[in-house]
């Protein structure tokens, strides 16, 4: 299923950097290399998931173009990365959706799925422009219509994550090598947590040639601890509905309020400077055909956190019915592109950094 050209280019890139092994000291992507002498599609997708993209090894390399050997590691290894979520993905049809016009596909789907709920709403008898003083959002969308709907999504995008991920794994195991242990998975997991690797050889990140800010690890951090803190607050309002029985909405300074806006304040930090960021980032790091890909993640993560932050602000006002659908539409739309696009490389970059854990043994 992978494309023969994209693959050839890969096993040209590392075969080149087999030999010269330059850039080893800069992050996990060399050390995995060199324990190889040939490279497989599933080996380059491995070897895909543990690139950062820091643009490090294209800055130091003396065969980069217009060099005729022509090496972009950052590049390649972004066009394999991105062609695996394709690959992995399930099912598989859906795997090109958000290739090219990622950005207007996600937007699209999140407008279709608003005018949806807008429709349901109304036909339900929903309060959608009716004052609602106590800003009680079941009576805008039942729970139990609220439960149904997310209850079902989120099983879905659970099961089609956890079978790209088991798919992802497989391939990467191809070679037969022993089974993680627990030290090998506290290890992936902890250079996961920390980005460990993010900033290469130095103490902050590349972001252009000759230009280091810690800005990329910091809205990278902002971005995943903030989603941890959105889902810890509505596990913990899940926890108040169904086993105390204390419905919302909540007051400011109970903990899911509390979680919420934590959370939702990073969501729009991260995502808001991972986009600025990407505006200022050198053309040269990135795979051309997969922009939207990446982005349409972003741009659904920040818009379902603004939407929900003005929901909470808005609660006791007319505006509350409708700034609900939209938000919950935005919500509906992220989860459902969750295991199509960037959300995905976070499993399967823990999965590649407890797969060097395993390789490396040993070693640091
Ligand atoms: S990126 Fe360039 S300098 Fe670095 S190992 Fe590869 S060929 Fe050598
Ligand atoms: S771009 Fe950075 S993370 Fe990726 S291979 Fe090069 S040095 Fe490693």
Redesign the pocket.
């Known amino acids: 299923m992978w494309p023969l050209e994209l693959v050839r280019e890969g096993q040209h890139v590392m075969t080149v950097c087999n030999a010269c092994r330059y850039?080893e000291q800069?992050?996990p992507?060399?050390p995995a290399m060199e324990r190889r002498l040939t490279f497989t599609a599933q080996d380059l997708g491995y070897l895909a998931s543990l690139?950062?993209?820091?643009?490090?090894?294209?800055y130091a390399c003396q065969y980069a173009p217009p060099h005729e050997f022509g090496i972009n590691?950052?590049r390649t290894?972004a066009a394999i990365r991105l062609r695996s979520y394709e690959e992995y993905c399930w099912p598989r049809a859906l795997g090109g959706s958000f290739r090219r016009n990622g950005v207007v596909a996600a937007l699209a789907l999140a407008a279709a799925l608003i005018a949806f709920m807008f429709l349901a709403a109304w036909l339900g008898g929903g309060r959608l422009f009716a004052p609602n003083p106590q800003g009680d959002f079941y009576a805008v969308v039942p729970h139990a219509a609220m439960v149904a709907l997310f209850g079902a999504v989120g099983l879905f995008v659970a099961a089609a994550i956890a079978i790209g991920v088991n798919r992802f794994w497989r391939d990467v195991q191809h070679d037969g090598r022993s089974s993680p242990g627990s030290g090998d998975v506290a290890r992936g997991l902890r250079d996961a947590l920390t980005l460990r690797?993010l900033h290469?050889s130095g103490p902050d990140c590349t972001s252009n040639e000759e230009e280091r800010s810690p800005w990329r690890r910091l809205f990278h951090h902002a971005t995943f601890y903030g989603f941890l803190l959105c889902f810890a607050s509505t596990t913990v309002a899940a926890i108040y509905h169904s086993v105390f029985g204390w419905h919302a909405p909540y007051p400011y300074t109970s903990i899911p309020v509390l979680l919420g806006t934590a959370g939702g304040t990073g969501l729009v930090i991260g995502p808001a400077g991972l986009l600025a960021l990407r505006r200022r980032r050198d053309p040269a790091l990135t795979a051309p055909d997969y922009g939207g890909l990446d982005e349409s993640f972003i741009v659904l993560l920040l818009l379902t956190s603004i939407t929900g932050l003005a929901l909470l602000v808005l609660r006791d006002s007319g505006l509350m019915g409708a700034l609900l659908v939209v938000h919950l539409g935005f919500v509906l739309a992220l989860f459902l592109t969750l295991p199509y696009g960037k959300f995905v490389h976070g499993f399967y970059r823990t999965a590649a950094l407890v797969k060097h854990a395993i390789e490396g043994r040993g070693t640091v």
């Open positions: 850039c800069y992050c992507v060399f690139c950062h993209n820091c643009g490090e090894c294209l590691v950052p290894l690797h290469g």
